[in-house]
């Protein structure tokens, strides 16, 4: 008997949910590229990412995923053989110091483990010791994706600047950016890092830098042509904007997905992942209440917004997704970078991502999926963890007035 028939959701961290009217903004055939719609079109996006980031500095488009804007990012500032600092939370801080060190970039790595957010003043420490300024970057993920630890950015800040040092602060916002609340400005971020495929509910394809006048001014003896970000954040060059032919498709449904967001707000986003989190976090303390199951962060402040990551133990994690994906349509995160990749200890941690095009029913509906799974799987668990949910939904959602 299948009971996945159905409209089936990956609740997985990214690529996240595409709504309707994104898609449907992407179906269509060839574009023209030389002028007309699509290229007004490009402009319009640079003031609402601008939104999105809480920011008035510039923001260069570049066709690629994650990956590619980290390498964008550092392209941009850093000679090979400069230092950077990296207070590590997970599998992304270290894929992001992969990344600089593949360019000749040095990284001296701070190691937080895998269930606790950075701690600010070790890096201050660090930074203090630093008399000769060799540190040029501190590299920060907001929201590590594996770990779903949420890093505190305006502490970050608050170090470097109690420290005195000048190296500018990088933020990894790709799974955080259009979920958990940043402000780019506010917070004194010198290049934010972002991808189209989490909060920005766009498909995979499209990757973002924004980067303040004292990032711009680190620019080091050589660019490759590629990441160069001085033409792509200058649109009136449309060619050099996109170095090549641009992601016409993306670029519409980025159009679409951006209305969406200035239509319902960034409070108000912000707002929704955190209820849906919540209610997240209810269900699963109350199921761990007897059983295996457990937040991987302890601390609900430094909990993302956006991915929640579980321990379970093996074989259960992987029993449990197996049957969400064939019984009820969900399919689960792997867990990443938990533990080591040829180990079977891996297997005994999982993902929900929580990011983008999500509401409550959604959300219920993944968590009704866990516990029927957990039920019929016989793992131990405290019943009930769909209520301790639907009460912290019905808790921030008043009646309409
Ligand atoms: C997804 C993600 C990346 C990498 O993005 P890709 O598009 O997969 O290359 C980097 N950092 C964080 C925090 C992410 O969540």
Same mark, same amino acid.
């Given at each position: 008997?299948?009971?996945?028939?159905? =409209?089936?959701?990956?609740?997985?961290?990214?690529?996240?949910?595409?709504?309707?009217?994104?898609?449907?903004?992407?179906?269509?055939?060839?574009?023209?590229?030389?002028?007309?719609?699509?290229?007004?079109?490009?402009?319009?996006?640079?003031?609402?990412?601008?939104?999105?980031?809480?920011?008035? $500095?510039?923001?260069?488009? @570049?066709?690629?995923?994650?990956?590619?804007?980290?390498?964008?990012?550092?392209?941009?500032?850093l000679n090979?053989g400069d230092l950077v600092l990296v207070?590590?939370?997970?599998?992304?801080?270290?894929?992001? #110091?992969?990344?600089a060190?593949?360019?000749?970039i040095e990284a001296e790595?701070?190691?937080?483990?895998?269930?606790?957010?950075?701690?600010?003043?070790?890096?201050? !420490?660090r930074?203090? +010791?630093d008399?000769a300024r060799r540190i040029k970057a501190v590299l920060?993920? $907001?929201?590590?994706?594996?770990?779903?630890?949420?890093?505190?950015?305006? +502490?970050?800040?608050?170090?470097?600047?109690?420290?005195?040092?000048?190296a500018?602060?990088?933020?990894?916002?790709? !799974?955080?950016?259009?979920?958990?609340?940043?402000?780019?400005?506010?917070?004194?971020?010198?290049?934010?890092?972002?991808?189209?495929?989490?909060?920005?509910?766009?498909?995979?394809?499209?990757?973002?830098?924004?980067?303040?006048?004292?990032? +711009?001014?680190?620019?080091?003896? =050589?660019?490759?042509? @590629?990441?160069?970000?001085?033409? =792509?954040?200058?649109?009136?060059?449309?060619?050099?904007?996109?170095?090549?032919?641009?992601?016409?498709?993306?670029? @519409?449904?980025?159009?679409?997905?951006?209305?969406?967001?200035?239509?319902?707000?960034?409070?108000?986003?912000?707002?929704?992942?955190?209820?849906?989190?919540?209610?997240?976090?209810? !269900?699963?303390?109350?199921?761990?209440?007897?059983?295996?199951?457990?937040?991987?962060?302890?601390?609900?402040?430094?909990?993302?917004?956006?991915?929640?990551?579980?321990?379970?133990?093996?074989?259960?994690?992987?029993?449990?997704?197996?049957?969400?994906?064939?019984?009820?349509? #969900?399919?689960?995160?792997?867990?990443?970078?938990?533990?080591?990749?040829?180990?079977?200890?891996? $297997?005994?941690?999982?993902?929900?991502?929580?990011?983008?095009?999500?509401?409550?029913?959604?959300?219920?509906?993944?968590?009704?999926?866990?516990?029927?799974?957990? +039920?019929?799987?016989?793992?131990?668990?405290? !019943?009930?963890?769909?209520?301790?949910?639907?009460?912290?939904?019905?808790?921030?959602?008043?009646?309409?007035?």
């Open positions: 008997m299948p009971l996945a028939n159905g =409209r089936t959701y990956r609740a997985i961290p990214g690529p996240s949910e595409t709504p309707d009217a994104v898609q449907r903004a992407m179906h269509r055939s060839s574009v023209n590229i030389y002028e007309g719609e699509v290229v007004e079109l490009t402009e319009s996006l640079l003031p609402d990412l601008r939104g999105v980031a809480r920011t008035e $500095h510039d923001v260069a488009m @570049y066709i690629c995923n994650g990956h590619g804007a980290w390498e964008a990012a550092l392209a941009n500032v090979p207070p590590a939370t997970g599998r992304f801080s270290h894929g992001w #110091v992969e990344m060190q593949g360019l000749g790595i701070l190691e937080f483990g895998l269930q606790s957010p950075f701690d600010p003043d070790r890096v201050e !420490a930074l203090r +010791a008399t920060a993920v $907001h929201v590590d994706t594996a770990t779903s630890v949420r890093n505190d950015i305006p +502490a970050l800040r608050a170090a470097m600047d109690a420290a005195g040092h000048p500018l602060l990088m933020a990894d916002c790709v !799974a955080s950016l259009g979920c958990d609340r940043f402000e780019m400005d506010a917070w004194g971020v010198d290049v934010l890092v972002a991808g189209s495929q989490k909060g920005l509910m766009v498909p995979p394809g499209m990757g973002f830098v924004f980067f303040s006048p004292k990032a +711009a001014a680190h620019r080091p003896d =050589r660019v490759s042509r @590629y990441w160069d970000w001085t033409p =792509r954040a200058r649109p009136e060059m449309y060619y050099q904007y996109f170095g090549g032919t641009a992601p016409t498709h993306h670029l @519409y449904g980025l159009r679409v997905a951006l209305d969406m967001m200035k239509d319902e707000g960034m409070e108000a986003i912000w707002q929704r992942h955190a209820t849906l989190a919540r209610a997240i976090w209810a !269900a699963v303390e109350h199921w761990g209440q007897a059983g295996p199951l457990r937040l991987n962060i302890a601390d609900p402040a430094h909990r993302s917004h956006a991915v929640t990551t579980l321990g379970i133990g093996t074989p259960q994690g992987q029993r449990l997704r197996d049957w969400c994906e064939r019984n009820a349509g #969900v399919t689960l995160g792997i867990g990443l970078g938990m533990a080591p990749p040829d180990s079977q200890e891996r $297997h005994g941690f999982f993902r929900i991502g929580h990011m983008g095009h999500v509401n409550s029913h959604m959300i219920l509906g993944v968590l009704g999926a866990i516990e029927a799974g957990l +039920a019929a799987l016989d793992i131990p668990h405290h !019943a009930g963890g769909i209520q301790a949910a639907t009460r912290a939904i019905s808790a921030a959602a008043p009646p309409a007035s």
